[in-house]
């Protein structure tokens, strides 16, 4: 439990001093609501009249793992506007990531925010890659406490390469930084890219892409 406060104090910290993408509030706070019958402002989502807010408006636990049991190995918990309502406006939430041996949170973007990462357990291969046209890969291995960011918008991963289970958590300068996982949004659209296209995109043979496909 020490070390979750000390992670997250830090996180605090940093992000106190980013300048966020999201709206500067014109309120102490703005909790918000699904409906507008107690609203009284719009600022990005209605919000709930600021004399019927209460704690749990501002509270959400992450001490309970997340279950890594699936084919990446690892399980994001998610922290943003949608389970602390009392973040809108306020340009920051975060993340719990744990990591099964050798699990990976595979390629993918935040479009709304930059991410500060501190590994609290384990032993992390973590990396982004720059813009075009140079295409660089900024990578390191972060060991417990040690702590990496990613820039706004940029591709970026990490890879447990421990034999034991790994933990990471991550500040963002956005109350709903939002998520793009490369492989699932190239092959697992809805409706699916035409598989001839995205054959000629990666340089693949186009039946490998429609099999790709069938695993999103």
Same mark, same amino acid.
């Given at each position: 439990?020490?070390? =979750?406060? +000390?992670? =997250?104090?830090?996180?605090?910290? $940093?992000?106190?001093?980013?300048?966020?993408?999201?709206?500067?509030?014109? @309120?102490?706070?703005?909790?918000?609501?699904?409906?507008?019958?107690?609203?009284?402002?719009?600022?990005?989502?209605?919000?709930?009249?600021?004399?019927?807010?209460?704690?749990?408006?501002?509270?959400?636990?992450?001490?309970?793992?997340?279950?890594?049991?699936?084919?990446?190995?690892?399980?994001?918990?998610?922290?943003?506007?949608? +389970?602390?309502?009392?973040?809108?406006?306020?340009?920051?939430?975060?993340?719990?990531?744990?990591?099964?041996?050798?699990? @990976?949170?595979?390629?993918?973007?935040?479009?709304?925010?930059?991410?500060?990462?501190?590994?609290?357990?384990?032993?992390?291969?973590?990396?982004?890659?720059?813009?075009?046209?140079?295409? /660089?890969?900024?990578?390191?291995?972060?060991?417990?406490?040690?702590?990496?960011?990613?820039?706004?918008?940029?591709?970026?991963? @990490? =890879?447990?390469?421990?034999? /034991?289970? $790994?933990?990471?958590?991550?500040?963002?300068?956005? @109350?709903?930084?939002?998520?793009?996982?490369?492989?699932?949004?190239?092959?697992?659209?809805?409706?699916?890219?035409?598989?001839? =296209?995205?054959?000629? $995109?990666?340089?693949?043979?186009?039946?490998?892409?429609?099999?790709?496909?069938?695993?999103?």
């Amino acid at each position: 439990m020490k070390s =979750f406060v +000390q992670a =997250f104090v830090l996180l605090a910290l $940093a992000s106190s001093f980013a300048s966020a993408f999201d709206p500067s509030p014109l @309120q102490d706070f703005c909790v918000a609501i699904d409906e507008p019958k107690n609203a009284v402002f719009v600022n990005g989502k209605f919000c709930k009249d600021p004399k019927l807010a209460k704690a749990e408006d501002f509270s959400f636990s992450v001490l309970r793992p997340g279950d890594t049991n699936n084919p990446v190995g690892s399980n994001v918990t998610t922290v943003n506007v949608d +389970q602390i309502p009392g973040l809108n406006t306020l340009g920051i939430s975060a993340v719990r990531i744990d990591y099964a041996p050798y699990g @990976q949170n595979p390629p993918h973007t935040h479009p709304r925010a930059t991410e500060i990462l501190v590994v609290l357990e384990g032993t992390l291969l973590v990396g982004f890659v720059t813009s075009n046209p140079n295409n /660089t890969l900024i990578s390191k291995v972060l060991h417990k406490g040690d702590i990496f960011v990613f820039p706004i918008g940029l591709i970026h991963f @990490q =890879f447990n390469i421990g034999k /034991t289970n $790994a933990l990471a958590f991550a500040g963002l300068s956005s @109350q709903n930084p939002g998520v793009i996982t490369i492989a699932n949004a190239v092959f697992g659209s809805n409706p699916p890219i035409n598989p001839d =296209f995205l054959a000629r $995109a990666f340089m693949l043979d186009v039946n490998v892409v429609k099999n790709l496909q069938k695993k999103f």
